[in-house]
Antibody
Framework: QVQLQESGPGLVKPSETLSLTCTVS????????WTWIRQPPGKGLEWIGH???????DYNPSLKSRVTISIDTSKNQFSLNLNSVTAADTAVYYC?????????WGQGILVTVSS | DIQMTQSPSSLSASVGDRVTITCRAS??????LNWYQQKPGKAPKLLMF???SLQGGVPSRFSGSGSGTDFTLTISSLQPEDFATYYC??????????FGQGTKVEIK
């Protein structure tokens, strides 16, 4: 059974870069799409973007200028970088598998943007 | 972007009740509509995909219907473990994929 686990700093300063990694275990990262989704505290879900194992990406236009998703197939990991963060980027960040809908999720990681 | 609107935003119901949640898309999305259940502090759980296909392991009291712009998620007999927030999500054509704002199902 595939498992996903987010990791990274839980606190990021305003204007800096949020960097998270999702480690995939129990299955190969190849031949799938891998997705990032976030949820501000007490609010709804927002699709950030996804990456295919080959490296092709799609991003939410609302974040496109600030976001980069990358993949390392040798480590079975993919990553999220979000630059120039503000308090509005405070959220639980989830990684998930697949392109159109998501049956496999990480547990989520709370990232707070604060000085 | 395609806007997804759920109704109601919250509801109170009793164990054994039949519960229906509605999701409306701002344009036709054929049947590219998925439903999730989220409990506090947990990741969302996929319930239904392609409007009416039950994800493996999900109880058969959950059902989905609809096509085009109007969709429903029905719980035929609400169980204690079903109290949660439910989200619809569209995956029509090209990204960005978008979610409804959520429907919180509470105990009456």
């Amino acid at each position: 059974q595939v498992q996903l686990q987010e990791s990274g700093p839980g606190l990021v300063k305003p204007s800096e870069t949020l960097s998270l990694t999702c480690t995939v275990s129990g299955g190969s990262i190849k031949n799938f799409y891998w997705t990032w989704i976030r949820q501000p505290p007490g609010k709804g879900l927002e699709w950030i973007g996804h990456i295919y194992y080959s490296g092709s990406t799609d991003y939410n236009p609302s974040l496109k200028s600030r976001v980069t998703i990358s993949i390392d197939t040798s480590k079975n990991q993919f990553s999220l970088n979000l630059n120039s963060v503000t308090a509005a980027d405070t959220a639980v960040y989830y990684c998930a598998r697949d392109r159109w809908y998501w049956g496999h999720w990480g547990q989520g990681i709370l990232v707070t943007v604060s000085s | 972007d395609i806007q997804m609107t759920q109704s109601p935003s919250s509801l109170s119901a009793s164990v054994g009740d039949r519960v229906t949640i509605t999701c409306r898309a701002s344009q036709s999305i054929n049947n590219y509509l998925n439903w999730y259940q989220q409990k506090p502090g947990k990741a969302p759980k996929l319930l239904m995909f392609a409007a009416s296909s039950l994800q493996g392991g999900v109880p058969s009291r959950f059902s989905g219907s609809g096509s085009g712009t109007d969709f429903t998620l029905t719980i035929s007999s609400l169980q204690p473990e079903d109290f949660a927030t439910y989200y619809c999500q569209q995956s029509y054509s090209t990204p960005p994929w978008t979610f409804g704002q959520g429907t919180k199902v509470e105990i009456k």
